[in-house]
């Protein structure tokens, strides 16, 4: 079992290119989050999704969109990347209670 | 919204010793409340969780405890080790969403 997975590990982008997150879990969770992490800020929701086919939106959506592939899969897309959304982004996945999480995306925009 | 506080937001012990990390929380219906372990350049990692219904739980050298009245949990580690040093983060549950402290950085000098 691999977990969760993201790729890709590091990226740098210019301000105003696109680019997508992916993410995969293989443990049959229904539940896939998005987070950011800033320093001193803890880790912020993104966007969720409660189960294949459904997303909300969570504390930090502006500027990204996130689709729900199929179970496994849940993508984050910047369609125009700003310097703000610098940060490491994490993936994770629910089963009844527990989140795991995925190694994180270092992502820098100049 | 709802909220996490978390206290310390760094701790430094001397091996041996033992490191107490408390957080609050505001919605009173949370129910679940995990703990997780950072390592530099690694996502979270859960180590111990605690449900409503419990009052205390215990792994080898680490416990949690919990305060339902006072909205209180806490992270008890003893007989810290140099390999304990990361930064740690406290969650409280909020609907199907976690809400995450800021994170301590426990530093365990030898």
């Known amino acids: 079992n691999a977990g969760v997975t993201q790729t890709p590990k590091f990226q740098v982008l210019k301000t105003g290119q696109s680019m997508t997150l992916q993410c995969a879990q293989d443990m049959n969770h229904n539940s896939m989050y998005w987070y950011r992490q800033d320093p001193g800020m803890g880790l912020r929701l993104i966007y969720y999704s409660a189960s294949e086919g459904t997303t909300d939106k969570g504390e930090v959506p502006n500027g990204y969109n996130v689709s729900r592939l199929n179970k496994r899969e849940f993508s984050l897309r910047l369609e125009s990347a700003a310097p703000s959304q610098t940060s490491v982004y994490f993936c994770a996945s629910r089963g009844s209670y527990e989140q795991y999480f995925g190694p994180g995306t270092r992502l820098t925009v100049t | 919204g709802e909220n996490v506080e978390q206290h310390p937001s760094t701790l430094s012990v001397q091996e041996g010793d033992s490191a107490v990390i408390k957080c609050t929380y505001s919605d009173s219906a949370s129910n679940y409340f995990p703990w997780y372990k950072q390592e530099l350049g690694k996502g979270p990692q859960l180590i111990i969780d605690i449900r409503s219904n419990v009052g205390e739980k215990k792994d080898q050298r680490i416990a949690v405890t919990l305060n339902k009245t006072a909205k209180h949990f806490s992270l008890h580690i003893t007989e810290t080790q140099p390999e304990d040093s990361a930064v740690y983060f406290c969650?409280?549950?909020?609907?199907?969403?976690?809400?995450f402290g800021t994170g301590t950085r426990l530093q365990v000098f030898p």
């Open positions: 969650a409280a549950t909020y609907t199907d969403k976690l809400i």
